[in-house]
C-alpha cells in the first residue's frame, strides 16, 4: 500500500492522513475493499450513482473467470 500511496503522490495526487489510515486497517484486514471505498467516498461527498451499483450488482452474479474478461 506504501507503494501505491508514494506512485500517487509522485504523479501529483494528495493521500490524506484519513486516507491512510484506513488503508492500514485494509491493509491489516479490518476492513473490506468495500468498506475502503466507502469511507473514501463519504470523505469526498461523492454519491454512488444508480447505474454503478447495478453493474456491481451484475458483476457480482459473474463467475471469477467471466468477470476478468468482462462477459456478463
Known amino acids: 500500500m506504501e507503494e501505491a500511496i508514494h506512485s500517487g503522490e509522485m ?6 492522513e484519513e486516507f491512510r489510515r484506513d488503508a ?10 468495500e468498506e475502503l471505498g466507502n469511507r473514501t ?13 447495478d453493474a ?3 458483476s457480482a452474479s459473474l463467475s471469477p473467470q467471466d468477470a476478468k474478461i468482462g462477459k456478463p
Open 56 to 58: 456491481h450488482d451484475r
Open 41 to 53: 467516498m463519504r470523505r469526498w461527498n461523492i454519491d454512488k450513482p444508480e447505474e454503478s451499483k
Open 24 to 33: 492500514e486497517l485494509y491493509v491489516n484486514g479490518d476492513i473490506g475493499i
Open 11 to 16: 504523479e501529483g495526487a494528495y493521500v490524506s
